[in-house]
């Protein structure tokens, strides 16, 4: 994280005419309301609307939160530079900021149920597996090879969507604290990830889903 930080710093920095968001004729200076397609055409989730400063609640200087986004965002649509990062399709309410909220928080619990309960159940396999200690999936004492690798899979398998859970949960609470507290719009959030178990390579994998 401090690597990126340093790199993502050096990047802003050097930057002749400054980050710009879409629409800024130099930094907080906006042309006016404008619809920008922030999205490569693969992207398929329509038109983006950037709001004026202004337009929504802000408890932080618009300086700061700028700096914020850029540090913290993995897709940055907003400015000049991410108008064509992939970003999926938004599947939540965006008719109020109420309505993204609580869809938001319902999002949070079920990913925080879904990583305790994969989380106990791993740990409920013998030989110290899910503890710090750590321990092998490879039961030996178990017949090869289907009783022995099925566990071994079983256990990977839910490791991996215990993951992607306690992803989708830190992501969500980022985003009820971003949009309920300081005031960001919704727009700002899109979903982290996009079924990444239906990549079929590792370019699709990274790069959208």
């Not at 907080?28 to 490569?40: N, R």
């Not at 490879?138 to 991996?160: D, K």
Request: glycine share 8%; with cysteine; hydrophobic share 40%.
């Amino acid at each position: 994280m401090a690597a990126i930080a340093i790199s993502k710093a050096m990047e802003y920095a050097l930057t002749r005419e400054g980050m710009l968001k879409v629409g800024e004729s130099r930094p907080g200076v906006f042309k006016g309301k404008t619809k920008v397609d922030a999205l490569s055409e693969t992207a398929q989730n329509g038109f983006h609307s950037v709001e004026e400063p202004g337009q929504h609640i802000e408890y932080l200087p618009c300086w700061l939160s700028d700096a914020l986004e850029l540090l913290t965002s993995t897709r940055i649509h907003y400015f000049k530079f991410g108008q064509n990062t992939y970003v999926p399709r938004i599947t939540r309410p965006l008719d109020s900021r109420r309505t993204f909220l609580i869809a938001t928080f319902k999002s949070f619990i079920t990913s925080y149920c879904t990583l305790d309960f994969l989380e106990s159940i791993i740990k409920l396999f013998p030989g110290g597996i899910g503890t710090p200690l750590g321990g092998s999936m490879f039961y030996s004492q178990l017949p090869a090879p289907f009783p022995r690798y099925f566990v071994s899979t079983l256990v990977h398998i839910m490791t991996g969507f215990a993951l992607l859970s306690g992803f989708e949960m830190v992501y969500d609470l980022c985003t009820l604290f971003a949009v309920g507290v300081i005031g960001t719009s919704p727009m700002v959030w899109p979903p982290l990830i996009e079924q990444p178990w239906l990549a079929e390579s590792m370019h699709e994998l990274w790069a959208r889903r």
